[in-house]
C-alpha cells in the first residue's frame, strides 16, 4: 500500500481477542480502502491475543501491522502507535471500539475538502444493558450539522464535555507540529488528549455521521482518582487559553457526567466497593469544583455530590436512591426558622433542598423512603428489619396509635397478603422496625401465573396511612435467604421462595422451583406448551386475536364507515359536538349547545369524549372518540359541530352541515402556509385539502383571520361566518360586568379553586411546541417554585398546559401555584383572571377582550419566529411587555400598575384589529343561521355576512 489516507492505531488489551477482533474486522471492512490498522500490543499481553494479532497482520501484510513497544500504559501504547503512523490521518481506537462501516471516508473527505488538522463525529457507548447503546445526549446539538470551526471556542462542547476521547483523527503533520502525546502518567490520558489538540490546531470539521460505536460504558468508580486529575489538566488547558467561563461549563459538566451518575451507581455496589469509592473521592474531590458551580445543579445530585465528597458512603446510597426514585424523602429534613430546608447534614446551602417541596406536603402525601436494614431466612422464618424515614415537618399523630403491616402483593395483579410488624421504635428522625414472619405460611400463591410478589409497608396512626415501597441495597440478599414455598397449586408448581432486589431497588420475592418434582413439572409444561400441537393452538389463537383487534382497527372502522354507514338515513336534527378532540366540554362548540338548550330548539345533541366523561353533560347522549358508537353518530347526524377537525379520514356524509367553530386566531403560520405541510408530499396535502373542504361554515373574528386563517386552509368566501367566537361572548359579558360593577366579588369557580380575594389572578397558558400527534407531559418554561417563592403572598399563578400536554408542577405552598389544565372551559379561567402570562398562544387574543394585563413570556421568541413562521412581529403588535427571562417577568408583575397603564392603548388596539367581529352575540348569531331551520320564524343572519 502507498502512503494511507488514515491509520487507525488499536490499543490490544482489555476485552481480549475477541475485542480486538471487532475492531480490526471495522478497519478492514472500510469502504475507503487506503486505510492501515497498527495494533499495539501491551508488554504482558497473554499468547492467545498475541496470535490473533498475528494471524491478521498475515491475513493482510499490506494493511495490518503488529507494534510491541514493551510497555503497558494506555497512554504510552497509543504514543507508540502515533509515531508508528504513516496516514495522513491518525485515528486511535481502544479495543472493542468498532468503526462505521463508511467512518473513515467520512472524515477523510471532511478533512480533504475543509483542510481541517482536527476532523471528528459521534460516537456511542454500551448502556451497560447487554448489547444496547447510545449516544451521549449532549452529541446532539454539537453534532447537528456538518460545519467547520476556526477555532473550539466555536464549538465549546468539544472540551466543555467529553466529546473527544474517540470518533475523531487528527492530521499526522499536526501532531508533529505541535509534539502532541498523550500524558503517559496520567490513566484517564484520552480524556486530555482531545481538548488538548482542539486548543492547540487549527481548523476543525464537525461531521454528523456517526464514527465509532462499542465504546465502553463508563465507570467512574473504578478510577476515580485518574479522572480527577484528568479533568483538573483539561481545566488548566482552558484556564491557559483564558477561557474562565469554559472553564465552569467543564466543572459542570464533570459533575453531571461523571460524579452524578457515580452516585447513582452506589445501591448496585457491595458494600466493600462503596466503602472505597466514597474514601477515594474524600481524598481527591475537595477543591475540584468550586462550589458556585455545584450550586447550579439540582437540588439531590448537588446532595449526592457533596456527600460523595465528604466520604460519605451511606448518605451517598441514600442520594442515589432519591435520584433513581424522584420525589421520595430519602432522608431526615430538617426546617429552619427562616423556612429553608435541609438534608440530614445541614445547614449548608449545597444541602439546601426547599425546591423539591417536601414541605408543603403532609404525611400521606409523602413518598417516604423504607430502607431494609435486614432480611435473615432461618428455614420458613424469616427476620426483616428497616428504617422508615420521617420529615422534621410532619409524620404520624403523637397522641395517634401508631401500627404498621407489611403488604406483600402480586406483581400486575390485586392479590396482596398482610403481616403486623412486631415493633415500632420511632425517633425525630424515623421509624425503626422489625418483625419476623413465617412467609411460607403467609404467603399462599396459586403458583404458575403469580410468582413475583412486591413488599411494602403500610404505618397507620388512627387517622391517616402511609404507604412506602421497601427500598434495598442489591447485596443485601442472595441465594443463602431461601425460604420453602407452598403454592395453593401444590409443591410442583414451585418451591422455593428466593428475595431479589429489582431494578428500581425494591424488595421482591419470586417463586422458583429449585427441588426435582417442581422442576420437572416446569419442563412437562414447557414442553406442553412449546411442543408442535400446542405451537399450533397458540398461533391460531393468535390469529384469532389479530381478527378481534382488526375489528376495533381504525382502518377497518373507517372502511366500514364509508362502505356502509355513510348508506344510513340522516337522524332530523341531530346535532355531534366535539371540542379539541374529545378532551373537553368547552370552547365554542359548548356555547353553541348552551346556546341551543336555552332557547329550546329540538335538536338531538350528541357529545364526543376521548377517555373520561367526567365534566361533560349527563343529559345528553356521550359517544367515545373512535368508537363504533361515534362513527354512527357521525354518519347519521344532521350537524357537525367541533372546533378542531373531525379525523381527516372520515367523510362528511351528504346532506350534513359542518360548523367549524375553529380554535383560535393565529400568529405562527398555520394550514398550507406551514413548513411542515408544504414540505409534505402531494397526496399529504390532498387530505388536508380534502378535510378543510367538508367545512361548510367556518368561523372568523376579524380581518386578520380572514388574511392568515382562511386563505391558509383555502376556504371559499361564503363559508366564512364573521360573527366572532362564541366562547367569547362570556369574556365580553365579564368586561361589562367589570365596568358596571367591579371584578369582586369574584366568579363562582375561584370559590372551587381555593383563590383568595387578596391575592391577584395570574394565568400562564403557554402554547403548543410539540407537533401534530404527539402528547407529553412538557417542562414548563417558567419556574413555578421560583414564582410562588417571590409572588406567593400577592399572586396566586394558575397554570393552564395546551390541551395536547400536560405541564410538570413542583410542589409548592399551598394556594400559590394551581393546576387548571383539565379544567373544561377555559373562558371561565380567563373571566376570573387578573393577569395573563403567556408566548404564542392564541389565547392572549381572547384575553385581549377583557382590557386587562398582558405580559408575554417568550425566552426563544425568534427560534421559534423561524421555526414556525409568524403572520406578524409579536413585539410590534405585542398587547404587553415581552419578556425574555424569569428575571424580566417578574419585573414586570413587580410593577404591574405601570406596566397597565403604558400598554393600555396598544392592548385597545390589538383588541379591536383581532377581535373585531367579537361582539358578546357570537353564539346567538351562529344559532341564527346554521340551525335556521329548526327555529321559529324569526330573522336569520345570511352566511358571509354574519356579525359585520
Known amino acids: ?188 490520558s484520552e480524556v486530555l488528549f482531545g481538548p488538548l489538540v482542539a ?178 431466612a432461618h428455614g420458613s422464618r424469616v427476620l426483616l428489619a428497616g428504617r422508615l424515614v420521617l420529615p422534621s415537618h410532619t409524620g404520624p399523630a403523637p397522641d395517634g396509635r401508631l401500627t404498621a403491616r407489611l403488604e406483600f402483593r402480586v406483581r400486575d395483579g390485586s392479590r396482596a397478603f398482610h403481616a403486623p410488624v412486631d415493633s415500632l421504635r420511632p425517633d425525630a428522625t424515623g421509624i425503626s422496625w422489625s418483625t419476623g414472619l413465617d412467609v411460607t405460611r403467609l404467603l399462599r400463591p396459586f403458583g404458575p401465573r403469580d410468582t413475583v410478589w412486591d413488599a411494602r409497608m403500610v404505618v397507620e396512626d388512627g387517622r391517616t396511612r402511609s404507604v412506602s415501597d421497601l427500598f434495598a441495597a442489591h447485596d443485601l440478599v442472595g441465594p443463602g435467604e431461601r425460604s420453602p414455598a407452598r403454592p395453593r397449586l401444590g409443591r410442583t408448581t414451585g418451591d422455593t421462595w428466593q428475595p431479589y432486589v429489582t431494578l428500581r431497588d425494591h424488595l421482591a420475592l419470586r417463586l422458583e422451583a429449585r427441588h426435582r418434582p417442581a422442576r420437572t413439572a416446569r419442563g412437562l409444561v414447557h414442553y406442553a406448551t412449546h411442543f408442535r400441537p400446542a405451537r399450533r393452538v397458540r398461533l391460531a389463537l393468535r390469529a384469532l386475536g389479530r381478527r378481534r383487534d382488526r375489528l376495533h382497527a381504525r382502518g377497518f372502522k373507517v372502511a366500514v364507515y364509508r362502505s356502509w354507514l355513510l348508506r344510513l338515513p340522516k337522524r332530523r336534527g341531530s346535532v355531534v359536538f366535539e371540542s379539541h378532540m374529545g378532551t373537553c366540554y368547552g370552547d365554542s362548540p359548548r356555547a353553541v349547545h348552551e346556546e341551543v338548550r336555552a332557547r329550546g330548539l329540538r335538536l338531538r345533541p350528541v357529545w364526543v369524549h376521548a377517555d373520561s366523561t367526567e365534566g361533560f353533560p349527563t343529559d345528553v347522549r356521550l359517544v367515545r372518540r373512535w368508537s363504533w358508537r361515534y362513527l354512527w353518530a357521525l354518519a347519521r347526524a344532521e350537524y357537525w359541530v367541533d372546533n378542531q377537525g373531525f379525523p381527516q379520514n372520515l367523510d362528511k356524509p351528504s346532506g350534513t352541515t359542518y360548523l367549524q367553530t375553529w380554535h383560535g386566531s393565529a400568529y405562527k403560520r398555520m394550514g398550507f402556509d406551514e413548513t411542515r405541510v408544504r414540505l409534505q408530499n402531494t397526496p399529504q396535502r390532498e387530505r388536508l385539502q380534502q378535510a378543510v373542504h367538508r367545512f361548510d361554515h367556518f368561523l372568523v373574528r376579524s380581518e386578520h383571520d380572514e388574511r392568515t386563517l382562511a386563505r391558509a386552509y383555502r376556504l371559499p368566501e361564503r363559508t366564512l361566518l364573521r360573527t366572532g367566537y362564541p366562547r367569547n361572548d362570556v369574556l365580553l359579558a365579564a368586561r361589562a360586568r367589570d365596568e358596571a360593577e367591579g371584578r369582586l366579588p369574584r366568579p363562582a369557580l375561584a370559590a372551587e379553586l381555593g383563590l383568595p380575594d387578596h391575592r391577584k389572578v395570574v394565568l400562564y397558558a403557554p402554547t403548543f411546541r410539540g407537533r401534530p400527534g404527539t402528547r407529553k407531559r412538557q417542562r414548563l418554561l417558567l419556574d413555578a417554585a421560583r414564582f410562588a417563592e417571590r409572588f406567593g403572598d400577592t399572586y396566586t399563578l394558575l397554570v393552564r398546559a395546551h390541551y395536547l ?80 427571562t424569569e428575571e424580566e417577568l417578574f419585573a414586570v408583575l413587580a410593577r404591574l400598575k405601570t406596566a397597565e397603564t403604558e400598554f393600555q392603548e396598544r392592548r385597545t388596539a390589538f383588541a379591536e384589529e383581532f377581535g373585531a367581529y367579537d361582539r358578546g352575540d357570537a353564539a346567538r348569531a351562529v344559532v341564527d343561521t346554521v340551525f335556521a331551520r329548526h327555529l321559529a320564524p324569526s330573522r336569520t343572519v345570511p352566511t358571509g355576512e354574519a356579525g359585520r
Not at 478492514?28 to 499481553?45: F, I
Not at 477515594?280 to 449526592?304: K, Q, S
Not at 405541564?807 to 405552598?813: D, E, K, M, R
Not at 392572549?844 to 409568524?870: T, W
Request: hydrophobic share 45%.
Open 199 to 376: 486548543a492547540v490546531v487549527g481548523r476543525i470539521a464537525l461531521v454528523r455521521r456517526r464514527i465509532v460505536s462499542g465504546r465502553a460504558a463508563p465507570d467512574a468508580g473504578r478510577d476515580l482518582a485518574g479522572l480527577v486529575e484528568a479533568h483538573r489538566r483539561v481545566c488548566h488547558v482552558l484556564a491557559a487559553q483564558g477561557l474562565a467561563e469554559l472553564r465552569e461549563e467543564r466543572d459542570r459538566s464533570f459533575l453531571l457526567d461523571h460524579l452524578v451518575p457515580l452516585v447513582r451507581t452506589f445501591p448496585e455496589r457491595p458494600v466493600a466497593a462503596r466503602e472505597r469509592v466514597a474514601a477515594t473521592a474524600a481524598r481527591v474531590l475537595p477543591d475540584v469544583v468550586p462550589e458556585r458551580v455545584l450550586l447550579t445543579l439540582p437540588a439531590v445530585e448537588r446532595v449526592g455530590v457533596r456527600l460523595l465528597e465528604r466520604g460519605d458512603a451511606d448518605g451517598v446510597l441514600t442520594a442515589a436512591y432519591a435520584l433513581r426514585r424522584r420525589g421520595v424523602v430519602a432522608a431526615p429534613l430538617s426546617v429552619q426558622d427562616d423556612g429553608r430546608v435541609y438534608w440530614q447534614g445541614g445547614p449548608d446551602p449545597v444541602l439546601d433542598v426547599t425546591e423539591l417541596g417536601h414541605q408543603y406536603r403532609p404525611f400521606d402525601e409523602l413518598k417516604l423512603m423504607n430502607r431494609v436494614t435486614r432480611y435473615e
Open 1 to 188: 500500500m502507498s502512503t494511507p489516507d488514515v491509520s487507525c492505531v488499536i490499543t490490544a488489551g482489555e476485552g481480549g481477542e475477541d475485542a480486538l477482533a471487532a475492531s480490526l474486522e471495522s478497519v478492514l471492512d472500510q469502504s475507503l480502502r487506503a486505510v492501515e490498522a497498527l495494533v499495539v500490543l501491551p508488554a504482558g499481553a497473554p499468547a492467545r491475543l498475541r496470535t490473533a494479532a498475528g494471524s491478521a497482520a498475515v491475513r493482510s501484510p499490506d494493511r495490518v501491522r503488529v507494534l510491541d513497544p514493551g510497555t503497558d500504559g494506555a497512554a504510552s501504547l497509543r504514543n507508540a502507535g502515533l509515531d508508528a503512523a504513516l496516514g495522513t490521518y491518525v485515528l486511535v481506537l481502544d479495543a472493542g471500539e468498532r468503526l462505521q462501516r463508511h467512518a473513515c471516508r467520512n472524515l477523510w473527505e471532511a478533512g480533504t475538502r475543509t483542510r481541517a488538522d482536527l476532523v471528528a463525529g459521534r460516537w456511542s457507548r454500551s448502556t451497560g444493558e447487554g448489547s444496547k447503546e447510545r449516544e451521549p445526549s449532549w452529541q446532539q446539538p454539537l453534532f447537528a450539522r456538518s460545519r467547520t470551526v476556526a477555532r473550539f471556542t466555536e464549538a465549546p462542547e468539544l472540551a466543555v464535555r467529553d466529546a473527544l476521547v474517540t470518533g475523531f483523527c487528527v492530521r499526522r503533520a499536526a501532531l508533529e507540529r505541535h509534539a502532541l502525546r498523550y500524558d503517559e502518567d496520567l490513566t484517564h
Open 805 to 884: 400536554e400536560a405541564a410538570s408542577l413542583p410542589a409548592c405552598p399551598p394556594g400559590t401555584v394551581v393546576d387548571v389544565s383539565r379544567h373544561h372551559d377555559v373562558s371561565e379561567i380567563l373571566a376570573l383572571t387578573d393577569v395573563l402570562v403567556t408566548d404564542y398562544s392564541s389565547i392572549m387574543f381572547d384575553y385581549a377582550l377583557l382590557d386587562r394585563p398582558i405580559v408575554l413570556f417568550a425566552p426563544d421568541l425568534d427560534a421559534y419566529a423561524a421555526e414556525r413562521g409568524s403572520y406578524f412581529d409579536l413585539r410590534e403588535k405585542a398587547p404587553g411587555p415581552v419578556t425574555a
